[in-house]
């Protein structure tokens, strides 16, 4: 599996989330949402009020949390993807020395067992 890029997956995190609040403040703004959805932004998004200038205070703030969110989670993915690479590493490791031995040790076919082991552990 391949890693993320851990400022790149939050930025994109962090722009959509928070284009997505802007969007929702000017819907609040237009659409008149009501209390309810005013109340729970201006809890969640210092500074928010249904006004342009709330709106673009949603969006920093939601670009802020979500920008964090998202290295936190590729952080956490990337660390998954290294513990299951050197496992499979291992089984391979472990099926080739089997292979190598099952074929009586011979001399110059490491490449070969690995390349066995590989494709039976990765399927190829």
Same mark, same amino acid.
Request: glycine letters at 12%.
């Given at each position: 599996?391949?890693? *993320?890029?851990?400022?790149?997956?939050?930025?994109a995190?962090g =722009?959509?989330?928070? $284009?997505?609040?802007?969007?929702?403040?000017?819907?609040?703004?237009?659409?008149f949402? $009501?209390?309810?959805?005013?109340? /729970?932004?201006?809890?969640?998004?210092?500074?928010?009020?249904?006004?342009? /200038?709330?709106?673009? /205070?949603?969006?920093?703030?939601?670009? =802020?949390?979500?920008?964090?969110?998202?290295?936190?989670?590729?952080?956490?993915?990337?660390?998954?993807?290294e513990?299951?690479?050197?496992?499979?590493?291992?089984?391979? %490791?472990? *099926?080739?020395? %089997? =292979?190598?031995?099952?074929?009586?040790?011979?001399?110059?076919?490491?490449?070969?067992?690995?390349?066995?082991?590989?494709? =039976?552990?990765?399927?190829?």
């Amino acid at each position: 599996m391949q890693k *993320l890029d851990i400022k790149a997956f939050g930025f994109a995190l962090g =722009i959509v989330w928070g $284009g997505l609040m802007f969007l929702l403040g000017i819907f609040d703004i237009f659409y008149f949402w $009501g209390n309810a959805w005013g109340r /729970f932004m201006s809890m969640v998004y210092l500074g928010y009020r249904p006004t342009v /200038f709330g709106c673009i /205070f949603a969006a920093a703030w939601g670009f =802020i949390y979500a920008s964090l969110l998202g290295f936190a989670i590729a952080w956490s993915y990337n660390r998954l993807v290294e513990e299951n690479k050197a496992e499979v590493d291992r089984r391979i %490791k472990d *099926l080739a020395q %089997k =292979i190598w031995e099952k074929k009586g040790r011979p001399a110059g076919s490491a490449k070969d067992d690995w390349n066995e082991a590989e494709r =039976i552990i990765r399927g190829k």
